[in-house]
T-cell receptor
Framework: SQTIHQWPATLVQPVGSPLSLECTVE??????LYWYRQAAGRGLQLLFY??????ISSEVPQNLSASRPQDRQFILSSKKLLLSDSGFYLC???????????FGPGTRLLVL | SQQGEEDPQALSIQEGENATMNCSYK?????LQWYRQNSGRGLVHLIL???NEREKHSGRLRVTLDTSKKSSSLLITASRAADTASYFC????WGYGQNFVFGPGTRLSVLP
């Protein structure tokens, strides 16, 4: 069966510090991978998606970047965090022709 | 403008009552999905309904889709306190490529 992992679960970082959030998927090959941000009490904003290794599409201009160094690994990064980067970050995967997304447990990021 | 939008934004009911949430969207879709999110957790897929289907059931869940009105409803029958969560609809709309577009969600509170 497939599983998706995200870490860390919670992160408190000062403004201007770097960020690296990791997401890995097990039990499937060549998944589509997604990073979302969710503000408190709000819906999901798609940040990045990837259909293969090294292929990243960005949905919104922002202070963040994403990379996919391996088939089942998706990393969200920032060189210098802003206060506005605080939020709940969710990683998800779907099969290439799939209709359903499967979400990780999320990372709560607080930038102070 | 948002592709998917749920209403009401918040709903509070007593245990045993039925809960109905609605979702409206703007463009043509292949399918529409409903997800559930417990506070501070990832999203869990509940049910998918295709554009050529009008109604679908899964346990205590009933989903309808009216493509002429570009709307869907999620009915939870005989609600339980454990149903307390946020519910999101998501569409994979034409023109959005491999992406899914989520609404802002309905926060359901089921009071014991």
């Amino acid at each position: 069966s497939q599983t998706i992992h995200q870490w860390p679960a919670t992160l408190v970082q000062p403004v201007g510090s770097p960020l690296s959030l990791e997401c890995t998927v097990e039990g499937t090959s060549n998944p589509n991978l997604y990073w979302y941000r969710q503000a408190a009490g709000r819906g999901l904003q798609l940040l990045f998606y990837s259909v293969g290794i090294g292929q990243i599409s960005s949905e919104v201009p922002q202070n963040l970047s994403a990379s996919r160094p391996q088939d089942r690994q998706f990393i969200l990064s920032s060189k210098k965090l802003l206060l506005s980067d605080s939020g709940f970050y969710l990683c998800a995967w779907a099969t290439g022709g799939g209709e359903t997304q499967y979400f990780g447990p999320g990372t709560r990021l607080l930038v102070l | 403008s948002q592709q998917g939008e749920e209403d009401p934004q918040a709903l509070s009911i007593q245990e045993g009552e039925n809960a109905t949430m609605n979702c409206s969207y703007k463009t043509s879709i292949n399918n529409l999905q409903w997800y559930r999110q417990n506070s501070g957790r990832g999203l869990v897929h509940l049910i998918l309904i295709r554009s050529n289907e009008r109604e679908k059931h899964s346990g205590r869940l009933r989903v309808t889709l009216d493509t002429s009105k570009k709307s869907s409803s999620l009915l939870i029958t005989a609600s339980r306190a454990a149903d307390t969560a946020s519910y999101f609809c998501a569409t994979d709309a034409w023109g959005y490529g491999q992406n899914f577009v989520f609404g802002p969600g309905t926060r359901l509170s089921v009071l014991p």
